[in-house]
């Protein structure tokens, strides 16, 4: 019998972020939406305009989708919970996944909804491709 793979990956950037917790005390109470896609959920603030919360289960490394070039912005999220340009952020930040795209490449739709812009959030250039690559790889080796 194989041995069954799950792994939840929960991230609360409330939790993680004095900055984060700065902000919402300054201002109205936050109205949270909470969105599930294929193979995630997030949990965006409207005060914020993106994620506070996401979570999902990376499961065996199956799939071999490609990851997609554009992002967009989810017809489907209310305006004001998303950012308002799929433009990217310049130098020194990255169109940052939440949920990494490489981790939902099982399924075409899965893969695509990781560029929604519900997923992105700008993320220091210098963090993306370093610790939280590095977060991604080693949840990646689990997968694997």
């Known amino acids: ?80 919970y998303q950012q308002t340009s799929a433009k990217s952020y310049g130098r020194s930040y990255d169109r940052g996944h939440l949920v990494p795209a490489n981790h939902l490449d099982y399924s075409k739709q899965a893969i695509s909804d990781s560029n929604s812009m519900a997923n992105i959030l700008p993320q220091a250039a210098t963090m993306n491709r370093g610790a939280w690559l590095l977060t991604e790889e080693i949840i990646e080796c689990y997968r694997d």
Do not use: H
């Not at 979570?55 to 209310?78: C, H, I, M, S, W």
């Open 1 to 80: 019998m194989k041995n069954k793979f799950l792994l939840s990956v929960t991230c609360s950037f409330a939790l993680l972020c004095n900055a984060c917790s700065a902000f919402a005390a300054t201002t109205s109470p936050a109205k949270i939406q909470r969105v599930d896609y294929e193979g995630f959920t997030l949990w965006l603030d409207c005060n914020q305009r993106g994620a506070v919360k996401f979570q999902y289960n990376a499961q065996r490394d199956t799939g071999n989708f490609p990851r997609l070039e554009k992002f967009y912005l989810d017809k489907n999220v209310p305006s004001e």
